[in-house]
């Protein structure tokens, strides 16, 4: 099984900053691209920022400037530094690893439970 896990989530004043985590772990041959995507009240899910293995990246317009994607292979970890937050970027954020459980298996995506980033004005 693969677990995904984030953490950091939480309550901000616009301006302000907030660092996500996201572990995976568990049966794990080998992760491609690692990222993060948020959903607001009524609103689709939509990229934030992903990362791939080689550590070619990708932002969303409305975060480019503010939002740093990160990732750590050796621990399997992907990280989003927030700045310069905005009541616009309240959603709950998601990471989303892109991966290979065993050598025969093919690519799957595995969700996080997400976690909640409220920014107040």
């Known amino acids: 099984q693969v677990q995904v896990v984030e953490s950091g989530g939480g309550l901000v004043q616009a301006g302000g900053s907030l660092r996500l985590s996201c572990a995976v772990s568990?049966?794990?041959?080998?992760?491609?691209?690692m990222g993060w995507y948020r959903q607001a009240p009524g609103k689709q899910r939509e990229l934030v920022a992903t990362?791939?293995?080689?550590?070619?990246?990708n932002y969303a317009d409305s975060v480019k400037g503010r939002f740093t994607i990160s990732r750590d292979n050796a621990k399997i970890t992907v990280y989003l530094q927030m700045n310069s937050l905005k009541p616009e970027d309240t959603a709950v954020y998601y990471c989303?690893?892109?991966?290979?459980?065993?050598?025969?298996?093919?690519?799957?995506?595995?969700w996080g439970q997400g976690t909640q980033v409220t920014v107040s004005s």
């Open positions: 989303n690893a892109d991966l290979k459980p065993t050598w025969y298996s093919t690519r799957e995506d595995y």
């Open positions: 568990g049966s794990i041959f080998k992760i491609n691209t």
């Open positions: 990362m791939t293995s080689g550590g070619s990246t």
